[in-house]
């Protein structure tokens, strides 16, 4: 089963969840579950929320048009939700549980509300925005290195030098665009 691994952004997680807390009120928020498999949107669907992962995890996915999936974001506890729709008439991806998962859903109006009207949430907010930018762009640089080595390497340097636990790797090699089979190699190699 798939796994979110979620070390290199706990600290952006843990940043936005208290911002976003702290300004609304937990009966804002609607509590959704979600079966593992089952659809929380689809891309064109209206935009009306914004979500946090209470449990669980989330996977936002995209297809080419060959029909391969595109992995944007796996979203596991504490993680925030569709915030690049949060602009957008219509979501531009699919999001599907990988596990059983909780959701707490925030009406886009109310979260567009917080944004124009309390400045220290949205201060917190371009904050959160930016960092998540920082993580994108390290993505895919580490998908333009051409060897498991490099990228691999790049990854641990972002993430203070630790490896995911076993469970965990083949999450790791979907984020940096490997087979699970290439990346236990090159660990092995390491050891």
Not at 28 to 52: C, I, M, N, T, Y
Not at 154 to 172: M, Q, V
Request: some cysteine; overall charge positive; hydrophobic content about 45%.
């Amino acid at each position: 089963m798939p796994v979110c691994i979620n070390r290199h952004s706990s600290h952006m997680i843990a940043i936005m969840l208290d911002a976003v807390t702290r300004h609304i009120s937990a009966e804002a928020f609607r509590k959704r579950s979600l079966a593992q498999g089952e659809w929380l949107f689809h891309r064109g669907d209206p935009v009306h929320s914004v979500f946090l992962v209470a449990t669980g995890c989330i996977e936002l996915v995209r297809h080419t048009p060959d029909g391969k999936p595109a992995i944007l974001q796996r979203a596991g506890s504490g993680a925030m939700l569709a915030e690049a729709s949060v602009f957008s008439d219509a979501y531009h991806c699919d999001a599907i549980a990988l596990q059983s998962s909780v959701v707490a859903e925030l009406p886009r109006a109310r979260f567009l509300e917080l944004v124009n009207e309390t400045p220290a949430f949205a201060s917190e907010w371009m904050e959160h925005l930016a960092r998540q930018v920082q993580s994108a762009r390290l993505r895919s640089e580490i998908l333009t290195l051409k060897t498991v080595s490099q990228r691999l390497d790049a990854w641990l340097a972002f993430n203070d030098g630790a490896l995911p636990r076993r469970g965990e790797r083949s999450g790791l090699a979907k984020q940096i665009g490997v087979s699970p089979e290439a990346l236990y190699r090159e660990i092995a190699r390491r050891t």
